[in-house]
Nanobody, 123 residues
Framework: QVQLVESGGGLVQAGGSLKLSCVVSGHTFSDYIGAWFRQAPGREREFVAVISQIGATIYDTNSVKGRFAISRNNAKNTLFLEMNSLKPEDTAVYYC????????????????WGQGTQVTVSS
């Protein structure tokens, strides 16, 4: 079955950077749209960014555009989220997700999810 495993989370000071990785197994990742979501304590899970099979991207403009970058390495079945200029409000559990399809949209429903990785940004 398809499995997604995130890594790269941790504790960082405000203004710092982290790069999250998500390794996909059980299926050829190049077939899938990939995405990152996050969930802060007491809040609903929210969309961060999505990337098509060939690298087209959509970001949550209000919160992360210009600071975060989603990318993928299909040969290594890996999805990335590079996060720069981190703020305390970026503190959350970050989840990667995947699904098939041809059109990316922030409202897509994803079929496969990772277990999440904690990102904590101190002020």
């Amino acid at each position: 079955q398809v499995q997604l495993v995130e890594s790269g989370g941790g504790l960082v000071q405000a203004g710092g950077s982290l790069k999250l990785s998500c390794v996909v197994s059980g299926h050829t990742f190049s077939d899938y749209i990939g995405a990152w979501f996050r969930q802060a304590p007491g809040r609903e899970r929210e969309f961060v960014a999505v990337i098509s099979q060939i690298g087209a991207t959509i970001y949550d403009t209000n919160s992360v555009k210009g600071r975060f970058a989603i990318s993928r390495n299909n040969a290594k079945n890996t999805l990335f989220l590079e996060m720069n200029s981190l703020k305390p409000e970026d503190t959350a559990v970050y989840y990667c997700a995947a699904r098939d399809g041809v059109v990316i949209d922030r409202r897509l429903v994803f079929d496969y999810w990772g277990q999440g990785t904690q990102v904590t940004v101190s002020s």
